[in-house]
């Protein structure tokens, strides 16, 4: 895989990323406003792992796999718009003002941050189907398939990883000068959006090719 190859990766894999933000983005930009970036890290964390999960499952098929069942594809998607909306209704319902105990509880809230955002990730077929049909237009069949995956997964993960650092940097600054009262409606806010996403991914259907 040569260098032209990898930086016009990086630029269509941080476009996509930036221009369609998904819920591991939205969940980074609340955990960095509620709990503080240490928080906030250990979801970006998890959302990391899920690039490389999900981009070795396409390596080893499983991507075709989920396009060409309609009870697998439809299962996934299914859990995946559930969890969205458990976790829009957890926001919606989270508490206006930060508790005296958060920084105690960092750890926990740290574990929970990586579960959240790692699950979100893997409930969602749209992940896998976008990897399946994104990664083979930089993949050169004629060199090391495996090798070129390993590549592409660890810059996904690196540039989810810069990119949700953002988000939960720019929630955790904001918060610093916002009221109490601006934090229930960045949750709500947050919540509604994941929603929306729960909404759009109970919607989506395979491309079959039809």
């Known amino acids: 895989m040569d260098s032209m190859t990898l930086l016009l990766y990086v630029v269509a894999a941080s476009s996509a990323a930036t221009i369609t933000p998904g819920p591991t983005m ?36 499983l991507g075709a ?15 995946g718009a559930i969890y969205l909306l458990y976790l829009a209704w957890a926001l919606w319902r989270a508490p206006a003002k930060l508790s005296p105990l958060a920084q105690s509880n960092a750890a926990s809230d ?4 990586f579960w959240r955002s790692l699950l979100v990730a893997l ?21 090391d398939v495996a090798i070129q995956y390993i590549t592409l997964a660890v ?3 690196l540039i ?17 000068v916002l009221s109490g009262q601006a934090l ?3 949750h709500r806010g947050c919540a509604g959006m994941l929603a ?3 909404v759009a991914l109970s919607l989506y259907r395979r491309n079959t090719g039809s």
């Not at 503080?36 to 390596?59: C, E, F, K, N, Q």
């Not at 740290?110 to 941050?113: E, F, K």
């Open 184 to 186: 229930k409606w960045l």
């Open 26 to 61: 939205l969940l980074a930009l609340n955990n960095g406003a509620t709990h503080g970036m240490r928080v906030a890290a250990y979801g970006i964390a998890g959302a990391a792992l899920s690039d490389l999960i999900l981009i070795t499952a396409v390596g080893c098929g």
């Open 160 to 176: 989810d990883i810069t990119l949700m650092g953002v988000y939960a940097m720019g929630g955790h600054h904001a918060m610093k």
């Open 65 to 79: 796999i989920l396009q060409a069942s309609e009870y697998l594809f439809s299962m996934v998607k299914w859990v």
């Open 196 to 198: 929306g996403l729960a």
């Open 110 to 113: 740290g574990r929970s941050a």
């Open 155 to 157: 810059l996904t993960a």
């Open 123 to 143: 409930s969602n077929p749209k992940g896998l189907l976008f990897f399946s049909a994104f990664l083979p237009q930089f993949i050169h069949p004629q060199s």
